[in-house]
T-cell receptor
Framework: EDQVTQSPEALRLQEGESSSLNCSYT??????LFWYRQDPGKGPEFLFT???AGEEKEKERLKATLTKKESFLHITAPKPEDSATYLC????????????FGTGTRLQVFP | DAMVIQNPRYQVTQFGKPVTLSCSQT?????MYWYQQKSSQAPKLLFH???????NEADTPDNFQSRRPNTSFCFLDIRSPGLGDAAMYLC??????????????FGQGTRLTVV
């Protein structure tokens, strides 16, 4: 069964304390991996798309990287406004239309 | 400015009473998805459309139906809601052409409560 696993489930950081979130997937043949941010009671907001191993994308304090079996979302010097749930979604080559989501990492950044 | 609009934002329905959730988009995207998301869980794909082609997930209950009368609109019908159907329902759209796909854009969701 296709699986997307995110870790940790929850993460509490002090403002300015950098860390990384992990997204691992079980099946080879990746078409694309997507990172989203979701605030409570809202729909996911797109952050990054990664297509091939070695690719990196950056936006403000966030940087996403991709290997052949996992992706990392690095958060540098986070601020309280970065608090949210971060979701990754995978699209496989053999199942082109579907986006399969992980359970997310719930990030809390304290001042 | 909203590009994927879900109505209503909050819906309260009675146990067993049919309910319809709607999604509209101004992006002219050909692929549309319906996801169910329960508290602290991953969004779970219910079905999706590629143009007019409907794709139902194997584990989507028969209680859930969908219609897409045109590119812009998509509906989720729950024929006989049970307490277990209380969740956030998310609609998403994207472009898929020739094996190439854009990122998916999500609406704000409809929070369904069953009483």
């Amino acid at each position: 069964e296709d699986q997307v696993t995110q870790s940790p489930e929850a993460l509490r950081l002090q403002e300015g304390e950098s860390s990384s979130l992990n997204c691992s997937y079980t099946v080879s043949g990746l078409r694309g991996l997507f990172w989203y941010r979701q605030d409570p009671g809202k729909g996911p907001e797109f952050l990054f798309t990664l297509y091939s191993a070695g690719e990196e994308k950056e936006k403000e304090r966030l940087k996403a990287t991709l290997t052949k079996k996992e992706s990392f979302l690095h958060i540098t010097a986070p601020k309280p406004e970065d608090s949210a749930t971060y979701l990754c979604a995978v699209q496989y080559l053999y199942n082109t239309d579907k986006l399969i989501f992980g359970t997310g990492t719930r990030l809390q950044v304290f001042p | 400015d909203a590009m994927v609009i879900q109505n209503p934002r909050y819906q309260v329905t009675q146990f067993g009473k049919p309910v319809t959730l709607s999604c509209s988009q101004t992006l002219n995207h050909n692929v549309m998805y319906w996801y169910q998301q329960k508290s602290s869980q991953a969004p779970k794909l219910l079905f999706h459309y590629y143009d007019k082609d409907f794709n139902n997930e194997a584990d989507t209950p028969d209680n859930f139906q969908s219609r897409r009368p045109n590119t812009s609109f998509c509906f989720l019908d729950i024929r006989s809601p049970g307490l277990g159907d209380a969740a956030m329902y998310l609609c998403a759209t994207r472009v898929g052409v020739g094996g190439k796909y854009t990122e998916a854009f999500f609406g704000q969701g409809t929070r369904l409560t069953v009483v």
